[in-house]
């Protein structure tokens, strides 16, 4: 798919000549910082019941769609997005994950999650983020209500009691922003929950993850797997065109080494790791690494402002959850929004905040901890830690309720479904 940047309105001076030169002021019922696919969910989400939404993205519209990344997408996600009405955009760009193995380094026993074990049309599926990226800022762009800064640069902020007022500067010029509402999608680094002072429990893995794109010569007939090794997991994931990307999971010091490796010796490492499945495999990216770790803020809200996706948490990419909660963060927290807004209630008081946090907090705690437990078990060499792992994947692979159990928590339906994915749910039945 070739991503084309769609045209955002422009909020230049000039459309506000009763300001001073340069400046431009906005008042919105709802301003999100940070347009990545998070931020753009939500005001996806947001949008359809009239409130007015400005996203304030640091880079430009074409650098923040073009990361070099591909997700595994849940059941879940896949139905929020039908639910935004992003379907037909999305679905012909997508892989289905017909098959998913999960297995323990060279031990026999391999589990195999299939779309009958859900009654799905597939696992999971794998999705590029700029196929994510083009169809919500294309609905983003078609959408009068929604503003979209670009190549922003947030300022100084002032609390006014009932509202926010931000300093945005943009190549056009300074926008001020004033708002009821604040929310932080500003990624793992989050500069507005910094500024909020708001703390955060976790803990960096002693591990790296290398990733690359991957051409291999036989077909991967739409089958994901994950090895756990004594180094850490490694997953190779199919992508749309015969291709597959790798996430590969080891100490510091070794993702480092097999970074600066010779493309020969790394296809060869990484073959020790996968096997020969899908024949000759070539490699299409140059491997990129990336620190993993585990954060849950103490907090998602306060008065006026509000925290979703890698702002208020982020996991060990292993099972594929990072981008899946934040999507669900993002539907979650539309549907509260909506519900006061349609109430008459102020959208920044801490009393309707909090509805989304006491859903989502709890819910995130559980898939960290379940990633956490994963890592931790499937890296260990003590030896009854290895034979109670391993007759744990026995039982996984062997009581269909248990497997079932794991496939809802790993594909977001364990939980509280918000409304947008329940609808689409309900339209196949
Ligand atoms: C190697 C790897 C593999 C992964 N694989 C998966 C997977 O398979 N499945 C999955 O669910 N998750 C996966 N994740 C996790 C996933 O990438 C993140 O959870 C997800 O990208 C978070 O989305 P976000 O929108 O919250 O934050 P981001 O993607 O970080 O987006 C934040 C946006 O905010 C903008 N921004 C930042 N600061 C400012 C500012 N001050 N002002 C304005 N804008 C700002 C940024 O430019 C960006 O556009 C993986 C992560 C890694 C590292």
Redesign the pocket.
């Known amino acids: 798919m070739t991503a084309t940047t769609p045209q955002f309105r422009s909020l230049s001076p000039a459309d506000h000549p009763q300001l001073n030169h340069g400046e431009a002021e906005l008042t919105v019922d709802v301003a999100i ?7 753009l969910t939500l005001a996806a989400a947001l949008a359809p019941c009239g409130m007015s939404i400005v996203v ?4 430009t519209a074409t650098a ?1 769609a073009s ?1 070099q ?6 059941l879940t996600s896949a139905d929020i997005f039908k639910g935004l009405g992003l379907w037909p955009q999305i679905g012909p760009h997508i892989c289905h994950f017909d098959k998913v193995q999960l297995s323990d380094g060279d031990y026999g026993k391999v589990v195999q999650f299939l779309p009958e074990d859900l009654g799905t049309e597939a696992v999971y599926y794998g999705a590029e983020h700029k196929v994510l990226m083009a169809a919500l800022q294309g609905a983003i762009a078609a959408t009068p209500n929604i503003h979209y800064l670009c190549s ?3 300022g100084e902020m002032h609390d006014r009691g009932e509202s926010v007022m931000a300093e945005v500067s943009t190549p056009e010029g300074m926008v001020r922003v004033r708002s009821p509402l604040m929310v932080a ?8 929950r910094q500024r909020a002072g708001i703390g955060s429990v976790g803990w960096r893995y002693q591990q790296s ?1 290398v ?1 690359t794109v991957l051409e291999p010569e036989h077909s991967h007939q739409n089958t994901a797997y994950e090895r756990f090794w004594p180094s850490g997991p490694f997953a190779i ?1 199919p992508l749309p065109g015969q291709r597959c990307q790798v ?1 590969w999971t080891a100490p510091h010091a070794e993702a480092e080494a097999i970074l600066t490796l010779p493309e020969a010796d790394f296809m060869a490492e990484l073959e020790q790791r996968y096997g020969s499945q899908m024949g000759r495999l070539r490699r299409l990216t140059p491997p990129a690494m ?1 620190p993993v770790q585990l954060m849950q803020c103490d907090r998602y809200v306060q008065p006026r402002l509000a925290l ?4 208020a948490h ?1 996991c060990h ?1 292993v099972g ?7 999507i669900r963060d993002a539907a979650a927290l539309a549907e509260v929004l909506t519900h006061a807004y349609q109430q008459g209630q102020n959208l920044g008081d801490v009393a309707v905040l909090r509805r989304y946090e006491r859903w989502r907090r709890l819910e995130n705690w559980v898939i960290l901890s379940f990633t956490d437990v994963l890592t931790r078990t499937f890296s260990n060499q003590i030896l009854p830690v290895v034979v109670l792992r391993r007759a744990g994947l026995w039982t996984l692979g062997s009581v269909p309720i248990l497997k079932r159990l794991a496939l809802r928590l790993m594909t977001g339906r364990l939980g509280r479904v918000p409304k947008l994915a329940r609808l689409a749910q309900q339209s196949r039945h």
């Open positions: 910082v940070g347009g990545g696919i998070v931020g304030i993205e640091a880079q923040a990361r990344r591909a997700y595994a997408f849940s922003a640069s947030l999608a500003d990624g793992k680094g989050s500069l507005l993850c990733t994931l996430v990336f979703v996706g890698d702002a982020s990419p594929g959850q990072g981008l899946n909660m934040g």
